[in-house]
């Protein structure tokens, strides 16, 4: 006798419903001759049978004098598909066969006339159809790009966990982390949907090494990841720990053909129960938070707040006051100076915009800027800016006074406007700007951000004279091989590390190793945000070129910065013979 499950080492369990007292000892005989171990209920209790056992097959005895039957069989078809269900009876006519394979019946065995033969038909032909229900049930859970389990599968596990939560039978915290790229339909749109789904793909890869949890693809390029982390542990420092492990990982460059692209990325997180024990609620937090963290800048995290549910609306307030703005010529450009540290002597400065509202008075360009760049507003003001900065040099230099570089900002979302190189031309020409003065401030996620659209970008303004500065250094993701290759002429220190000179030992060594690196690619290095004798010594001591800060003046109207040019400004306490 041939076994219906050869490379099994256990029976197929089977499960024999019947409500009416029929005899069922014949199938049974035949069903455990062919290795097939049986349980039997009444119908009544076969729900509780199917979930507790794996069973692989149901053989259910119609009792067709019960109209219950093709109920039964319509219920059992449902609530467990891909597991066949036989019939079996005394009575079966082809009027009823035809009957029940309307609802879905999967075959028909008669107990008295039963062979061997046919149920060892029965058997391979029934378990054949469990395997193939099991496999499409297995695929269409999975999501077909990336392998991983898709979005209502894991939105079905998510509920789980936040009900046990939600009943206390969980002492875990949770953080469903939202990722995705910054600016992947642009990639997409310039490289073809096959090089978008490989680097979807490898993003699945380098996110399941790194947590293999809980992850799927919510969309396009968009990631939902659930960290669990037992009460006892630091949930903050988990998440933080994982973010940049995340931010490090995806910013690692993907290899398309000959082209090396780096795409930065944002994340936002929340947390449960501390946000929210709802499935929705918690997801649409965290999408949240990443879209926060995407205006702020990229390559970044940020955990919800409860605050973020009003970021919409200061949005719609400004937007259609940032366009009169423009058109009532509300910005003025702020000049701070930048100072070389040895002579202490101000070489030029950096233009920062401001807007002067007429109502709600001077507002800082955090506000703004980031408005200005999800609407694509930054690009109009962004020209207003080179502008106002053309005909500021124009008039120093009227003045005669020297400057010899004033940079200003430029930000990422300006490259994608396809004028961007023809309208700087002609405003260089039409303002007659010294390009050698001009120097633009770039953000490492603004060049890392589409590297060869920037790249060409770049290289095209280069060739007007135009000079370029890595803005908030350190707190990026450098490749350092592309900053060799860039006509990058010199990098400004962030802040945040500037600031901590003073107590902070890690921020002593990252200013330290970023000096040493600016040295060694032998670019000018820039302090920005300094504000003390004592940081302006450490940073001289390291051999800082320039620097930046309240130390030194404050971000001034044109009219002040001009009035310190001419009283040939220069901090005293620090210079070349006190250092
Ligand atoms: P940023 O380019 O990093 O500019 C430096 C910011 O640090 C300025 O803020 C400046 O006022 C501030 N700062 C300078 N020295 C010190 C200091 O010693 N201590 C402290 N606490 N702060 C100091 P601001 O002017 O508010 O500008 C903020 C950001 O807005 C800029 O950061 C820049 O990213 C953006 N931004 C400003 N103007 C423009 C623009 O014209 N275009 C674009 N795209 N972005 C701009
Ligand atoms: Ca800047
Ligand atoms: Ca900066």
Same mark, same amino acid.
């Given at each position: 006798m041939l076994s219906v499950a050869p490379n099994s080492p256990t029976s197929v369990e089977c499960l024999i419903i019947?409500?009416?007292?029929?005899?069922?000892?014949?199938?049974?005989?035949?069903?455990?001759?062919h290795q097939c171990s049986t349980q039997q209920c009444s119908f009544d209790l076969a729900t509780d049978r199917l979930e507790h056992t794996d069973f692989k097959l149901i053989f259910l005895h119609t009792c067709f004098t019960d109209t219950n039957a093709l109920s039964e069989l319509h219920y059992l078809r449902q609530q467990h598909p891909h597991i066949p269900v036989i019939l079996f009876d005394e009575n079966l006519d082809y009027e009823r066969i035809d009957e029940s394979?309307?609802?879905?019946?999967?075959?028909?065995?008669?107990?008295?006339?039963?062979?061997?033969?046919?149920?060892?038909?029965?058997?391979?032909y029934n378990l054949k159809i469990h395997q193939y229900h099991t496999e499409i049930e297995r695929l269409n859970q999975l999501d077909p790009l990336t392998g991983m389990i898709n979005r209502q599968q894991f939105h079905k596990e998510l509920s789980e966990q936040l009900k046990q939560l939600r009943k206390n039978e969980s002492a875990s915290h949770f953080a469903l982390i939202s990722i995705d790229l910054d600016g992947f339909r642009r990639f997409n749109n310039i490289n073809g949907y096959s090089a978008g789904d490989m680097v979807v793909r490898e993003m699945s890869k380098r996110l399941a090494e790194l947590a293999p949890g809980l992850i799927c693809r919510q969309g396009n390029d968009e990631f939902i990841m659930l960290l669990e982390v037992t009460a006892s542990a630091n949930l903050l420092q988990h998440v933080t720990l994982i973010c940049n492990q995340i931010l490090h990982s995806l910013t690692e460059? @993907?290899?398309?053909?000959? +082209?090396?692209? !780096?795409?930065?990325?944002?994340?936002?997180?929340?947390?449960?129960?501390?946000?929210?024990?709802?499935?929705?609620?918690?997801?649409?937090?965290?999408?949240?938070?990443?879209?926060?963290?995407?205006?702020?800048?990229?390559?970044?995290? *940020?955990?919800?707040? &409860?605050? @973020?549910?009003?970021?919409?609306?200061?949005?719609?307030? !400004?937007?259609?006051?940032? *366009?009169?703005?423009?058109?009532?010529?509300?910005?003025?450009?702020?000049?701070?100076?930048?100072?070389?540290?040895?002579?202490?002597?101000?070489?030029?400065?950096?233009? +920062?915009?401001?807007?002067?509202?007429?109502?709600?008075?001077? *507002?800082y360009p955090d506000v703004f800027i980031p408005t200005a760049e999800r609407t694509g507003l930054i690009v109009p003001i962004g020209y207003w800016v080179i502008q106002q900065a053309g005909e500021d040099i124009q008039r120093l230099l009227a003045s005669n006074l020297e400057i010899k570089r004033l940079s200003i900002n430029l930000s990422f979302r300006q490259f994608q406007d396809s004028y961007l190189c023809r309208t700087i031309q002609r405003l260089i020409e039409k303002y007659s700007i010294d390009t050698s003065i001009l120097e633009f401030e770039l953000t490492e996620s603004a060049l890392f951000n589409n590297e060869?659209?920037?790249?060409?970008? !770049?290289?095209?303004?280069?060739?007007?004279?135009?000079?370029?500065?890595?803005?908030?250094?350190?707190?990026?993701?450098?490749?350092?091989?592309?900053? &060799?290759?860039?006509?990058i002429s010199s990098l400004?220190?962030?802040r945040s590390f500037v600031s901590g000179v003073n107590n902070s030992p890690d921020d002593r060594e990252i200013v330290k190793a970023l000096i040493r690196l600016a040295h060694s690619l032998n670019k000018e290095v820039i302090a920005e945000g300094v504000e003390t004798l004592q940081q302006l010594n450490f940073l001289a001591s390291y051999g800082c070129h320039q620097a930046q800060g309240y130390l030194y003046s404050k971000p001034v109207p044109y009219e002040e910065f001009k009035h310190l040019l001419e009283n040939g400004y220069e901090i005293t306490g620090v210079s070349a013979a006190n250092l």
């Open positions: 019947d409500s009416c007292g029929f005899d069922t000892s014949g199938v049974v005989k035949h069903l455990q001759q394979m309307l609802w879905r019946a999967n075959d028909f065995i008669c107990p008295s006339k039963v062979t061997d033969e046919t149920v060892e038909r029965v058997l391979r460059p @993907y290899n398309h053909h000959e +082209l090396e692209v !780096i795409l930065p990325c944002s994340i936002g997180v929340a947390l449960a129960p501390e946000h929210s024990c709802e499935t929705d609620n918690l997801i649409n937090q965290a999408t949240q938070a990443r879209i926060k963290a995407k205006e702020n800048s990229s390559c970044s995290y *940020i955990v919800f707040d &409860q605050k @973020y549910h009003l970021s919409n609306e200061p949005h719609v307030a !400004i937007e259609p006051e940032l *366009i009169s703005a423009i058109r009532r010529n509300e910005f003025e450009l702020f000049y701070q100076p930048r100072v070389d540290i040895l002579s202490g002597k101000i070489i030029g400065a950096e233009g +920062l915009i401001r807007w002067r509202h007429p109502q709600k008075g001077l *507002i060869l659209h920037v790249r060409e970008g !770049i290289e095209e303004l280069h060739k007007l004279g135009i000079n370029f500065s890595l803005d908030d250094f350190g707190t990026g993701y450098s490749s350092f091989s592309l900053l &060799q290759k860039l006509p400004k220190i962030d």
